[in-house]
């Protein structure tokens, strides 16, 4: 079947927002998805970075597919053992099956051998595609995601999606070469950088969370994992927070997905300096997709807090330059309350992508683990999304 054909049963299926990491056995497919008039094809930098992506355009009332190499299947094992079995996000996962039947180059065949069985180590159910069997394999994963809340995958061998259509990104390119522009059309400059040294670090980060919470309003925040979580739902346990308990790095991919489906609301993410390190391809996927509701503040100890304070590079490599060099509309360092406040209230009111870098001491403050299941947490926030 064509790439065109199988995204169109997609779409007649119900599945409305696509993600993934690019494989050549469906690059036609991905090639129709990019083509879509409405929500294009989301492409993300790493495969759990789109499982992350996901869950948040689900949080945010969509039914998401996920593209990927099987190979993207070891890069996204926490993120789908952490993140969407154990919280319950459905995505339907398309995973490519190079290394099948022991026919491939040596990188593909352990895993092509193993494929079936991680899924079942997982408990993910799965089905193969068949030549003619997409349009009943749909219907089953849109049923079994939709009933399980959870994610469900089909195995896609070679030759069963038509390959040689060439991307849009890639006709794009061809395109301007042939008119002699060549190279990248739309380059925005990034702001000035800035420079300099930050005023010495006084606040703690539960005093800093204390302060930005009474800017939120009832703007939705994905936490990321670790002590930001606990902290924050110690000072204001709000429905709208979103408690990563797993799947560190994850939170600003999460936070992304729902920015992109919820285009007229903010989206707030409480990230750590570790956690962003983790995932720093985050920050290029939100420059370059640029959404204009996304709000990232990185709580920077300098040090992985949660796991006994060891040093994170965050004290040498300023993640607000990080920021801006990825096109971030603001990036700002603030280290006082009255600039943490100013900064996110001129964020919440003003077109981003906006990061605010707040620089807090490596203090930590002795508060519960997070009281709620992952279902509740998961439960209470989208329902508090769909009230606002
Ligand atoms: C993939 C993965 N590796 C390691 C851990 C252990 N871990 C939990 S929280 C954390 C540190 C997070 O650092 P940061 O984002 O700076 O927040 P902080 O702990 O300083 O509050 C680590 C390493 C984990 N949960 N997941």
């Given at each position: 079947?064509?790439g065109?054909?199988?995204a169109?049963?997609l779409?007649?299926?119900?599945?409305?927002f696509f993600t993934g990491v690019p494989?050549?056995?469906v690059?036609?497919l991905i090639t129709a998805l990019e083509r879509r008039?409405?929500d294009p094809y989301v492409a993300a930098?790493?495969?759990?970075?789109a499982?992350?992506l996901?869950?948040?355009?689900?949080?945010?009332?969509?039914?998401p597919v996920v593209v990927?190499?099987?190979?993207?299947?070891?890069?996204?094992?926490?993120?789908?053992?952490?993140?969407?079995?154990?919280?319950?996000?459905?995505?339907?996962?398309?995973?490519?099956?190079?290394?099948?039947?022991?026919?491939?180059?040596?990188?593909?065949?352990?895993?092509?051998?193993?494929?079936?069985?991680?899924?079942?180590?997982?408990?993910?159910?799965?089905?193969?595609?068949?030549?003619?069997?997409?349009?009943?394999?749909?219907?089953?994963?849109?049923?079994?995601?939709?009933?399980?809340?959870?994610?469900?995958?089909?195995?896609?061998?070679?030759?069963?999606?038509?390959?040689?259509?060439?991307s849009v990104a890639?006709?794009?390119?061809?395109?301007?070469?042939?008119?002699?522009?060549?190279?990248?059309?739309?380059?925005?400059?990034?702001?000035?950088?800035?420079?300099?040294?930050?005023?010495?670090?006084?606040?703690?980060?539960?005093?800093?969370?204390?302060?930005?919470?009474?800017?939120?309003?009832?703007?939705?925040?994905?936490?990321?994992?670790?002590?930001?979580?606990?902290?924050?739902?110690?000072?204001?346990?709000?429905?709208?927070?979103?408690?990563?308990?797993?799947?560190?790095?994850?939170?600003?991919?999460?936070?992304?997905?729902?920015?992109?489906?919820?285009?007229?609301?903010?989206?707030?993410?409480?990230?750590?300096?570790?956690?962003?390190?983790?995932?720093?391809?985050?920050?290029?996927?939100?420059?370059?997709?640029?959404?204009?509701?996304?709000?990232?503040?990185?709580?920077?100890?300098?040090?992985?807090?949660?796991?006994?304070?060891?040093?994170?590079?965050?004290?040498?490599?300023?993640?607000?330059?990080?920021?801006?060099?990825?096109?971030?509309?603001?990036?700002?360092?603030?280290?006082?309350?009255?600039?943490?406040?100013?900064?996110?209230?001129?964020?919440?009111?003003?077109?981003?992508?906006?990061?605010?870098?707040?620089?807090?001491?490596?203090?930590?403050?002795?508060?519960?683990?997070?009281?709620?299941?992952?279902?509740?947490?998961?439960?209470?926030?989208?329902?508090?999304?769909?009230?606002?």
């Amino acid at each position: 079947m064509s790439g065109a054909e199988l995204a169109a049963l997609l779409d007649r299926h119900g599945f409305d927002f696509f993600t993934g990491v690019p494989c050549s056995l469906v690059e036609d497919l991905i090639t129709a998805l990019e083509r879509r008039p409405r929500d294009p094809y989301v492409a993300a930098v790493r495969e759990d970075a789109a499982v992350g992506l996901a869950a948040g355009a689900w949080l945010g009332g969509r039914r998401p597919v996920v593209v990927m190499q099987n190979s993207g299947l070891g890069t996204s094992l926490n993120a789908l053992a952490s993140l969407s079995l154990m919280y319950g996000f459905p995505a339907l996962l398309i995973v490519t099956w190079r290394g099948f039947e022991g026919k491939d180059a040596p990188e593909h065949l352990l895993m092509g051998e193993i494929s079936p069985g991680l899924l079942d180590l997982l408990r993910i159910p799965y089905r193969v595609l068949g030549p003619s069997s997409a349009d009943e394999l749909l219907g089953w994963a849109r049923r079994e995601m939709d009933a399980r809340e959870a994610p469900v995958a089909i195995l896609v061998p070679p030759g069963i999606v038509e390959t040689g259509g060439s991307s849009v990104a890639a006709a794009e390119v061809a395109d301007s070469a042939t008119r002699g522009r060549g190279g990248s059309t739309a380059l925005r400059a990034a702001p000035d950088a800035g420079s300099g040294a930050l005023v010495p670090t006084v606040i703690s980060r539960r005093e800093a969370l204390a302060v930005a919470v009474k800017e939120l309003g009832d703007a939705p925040v994905i936490h990321a994992n670790g002590y930001v979580c606990r902290e924050s739902c110690a000072t204001e346990d709000r429905p709208q927070n979103f408690y990563m308990i797993g799947s560190m790095g994850l939170a600003a991919a999460i936070g992304l997905g729902l920015a992109l489906v919820r285009p007229a609301r903010a989206s707030v993410v409480f990230d750590g300096d570790g956690n962003l390190l983790m995932s720093l391809g985050t920050l290029a996927m939100v420059g370059s997709l640029a959404p204009k509701n996304f709000v990232h503040l990185v709580f920077d100890n300098e040090v992985y807090g949660s796991t006994g304070g060891q040093r994170t590079p965050s004290r040498e490599v300023r993640l607000d330059h990080l920021a801006r060099g990825a096109g971030y509309r603001t990036a700002t360092a603030v280290t006082t309350p009255t600039e943490i406040a100013a900064a996110l209230r001129s964020a919440l009111g003003t077109r981003g992508p906006h990061f605010i870098l707040v620089k807090v001491t490596a203090a930590e403050a002795v508060v519960p683990r997070i009281p709620h299941t992952p279902a509740v947490i998961r439960d209470r926030f989208r329902r508090a999304l769909s009230r606002a």
